[in-house]
């Protein structure tokens, strides 16, 4: 049974990997999977995201609907929108 | 602080708030904000507190109008083109409103300098465009603990939130540290659309309205993000991190410290000077080389090394079959910054005999070849 998928926002930063999409739509049951898939469809982008480590890049935030997150596991469902968000420095 | 009957005539419309009335009106005048560049946000954020009667407003900004701030920078006007920004600033405020006091700070902001500057008011605008600035804004904050409205843009996204001292999370409690290489470009590299920053900066100047006055409720822990193109708002909300390096239970940073360019850019083991690019493509080697101008194209339009390709950054992760591993690869852009990325992009791909031109077609146009058109 395939994963459900969620909507996806990319901050303006990430653009470049989804061809200019501010909106996509990932599968996924936790924002891990999540962004395992926006790897499979967006080659690179998951390491704009995350480290080496595996952990969130400290210019980077991911939060589920409103509320920023540090745990990648936490379970999601289709009715979620997984915001990516980056630090900017124009002014 | 009383009103005068000018300032009574002058704020009426403030006056008939029953919310704000001559006590809010008298608050904006004992009120000294200081903002932090006099660009795209600043140019906004500062005309309205000007004319909403903020007592003293400082404006920190060492930069020169350029013809090129002109599409956002609505302070200035074509005459002022290659003037200081902060005292053509100051200039354009006293003219909107002379019944307030305005300074014009025109220095770089830098570890030394910062405490005595923000020492001297209450409230700090940020509206820099440089990330090294910002964490130096807001570790100032923090410890001189006064309020701190931030807002950044980027193309046609911009972000904006308040920090309030003890009740709630400062800048790197959002974003710990900076991109490294800078890869989140600034305005000049990445394009912004003009009119942005006009929603961000008044948005900023809202804020420190309303923290002036005590009206409503401001951006403490949300993060309110702005999307031009789908014309959508949205807010998400986070926490003060007890392990955040300025305002956490044990804090590192006690000082002001200066991002240096290093720290900024710390990936640039792969930079050669102009010169060196002179000789690689003047010597004998020139046939080993691919050299790669990744700006966009209508840069590339204007003006471009003759030996050079066109990928643009943003669509090099899609095209990196173009680059060829069997030769040196030197990527060029206007000043060095998308080169050094794109030897990141490379390098990732496993493409490691790549090298990145210092201080790019801005250099060269200096150093070596100064009728090169190379947009500033």
Known sequence: MPSPSCNVTVASPLRSYTKGASSVTACGTTVTEVLADLEQQFPGMRFRMIDEQGRIREHIRIAINTQMINDLNLPLTSRDTVHLLCALSGG | ?376
């Open chain 2, 1 to 376: 602080m009383s009103l005068s009957t000018q300032e009574l005539a002058r704020y009426s419309r403030h006056l008939s708030l029953n919310e704000f009335g001559i006590a809010g009106q008298e608050k904006l005048k004992a009120a000294k904000v200081l903002v932090v560049g006099a660009g795209g946000l600043g140019s906004p954020s500062l005309l309205y507190l000007a004319a909403a009667g903020v007592g003293a407003i400082g404006i920190v900004d060492f930069d020169k109008v350029d013809i090129s701030n002109l599409q956002r920078q609505v302070l200035f006007t074509a005459d002022d083109v290659g003037q200081s920004k902060s005292v053509m600033a100051a200039k354009r405020l006293t003219a909107l409103n002379s019944l307030i006091k305005v300074t014009a700070h025109d220095v770089e902001l830098n570890a030394s300098n910062v405490m005595s500057i923000l020492s001297n008011y209450d409230i700090v605008i940020d509206g820099c465009d440089r990330f090294a600035t910002r964490y130096l804004v807001n570790d100032a904050c923090v410890l001189l603990r006064k309020p701190l409205v931030s807002a950044a843009i980027h193309r046609f996204e911009g972000q904006a939130f308040t920090y309030i001292p003890g009740q709630g999370p400062c800048y790197r409690c959002l974003f710990p540290e900076q991109p490294a290489g800078d890869l989140v470009p600034n305005c000049a590299t990445a394009g912004v659309l003009g009119v942005l920053p006009g929603i961000l900066g008044t948005i900023q100047a809202t804020e420190a309205i309303k923290l002036i006055t005590g009206l409503g409720s401001v951006l403490n822990g949300r993060l309110l993000t702005y999307d031009a193109l789908d014309m959508r708002f949205a807010e998400f909300e986070f926490s003060r991190r007890h392990d955040c390096a300025v305002c956490g239970d044990a804090p590192t940073i006690t000082t002001p410290i200066e991002q240096s360019a290093a720290c900024a850019s710390p990936s640039d083991e792969a930079g050669i000077t102009t010169a060196e690019l002179q000789m690689l493509l003047t010597g004998l080697v020139a046939a080993d080389l691919q050299l790669i101008d990744v700006r966009d194209p209508h840069e590339f339009a204007v003006g471009h090394l003759p030996q050079s390709i066109n990928i643009p950054l943003s669509t090099l992760d899609s095209q990196v079959h173009l680059l060829n591993r069997n030769r040196r690869i030197v990527f060029v852009c206007r000043s060095g910054m998308r080169s050094q990325q794109a030897c990141a992009i490379a390098a990732q791909v496993g493409i490691f005999n790549t090298a990145n031109v210092s201080g790019g077609l801005q250099q060269w146009n200096q150093t070596v070849d100064s009728t090169l058109h190379c947009p500033l």
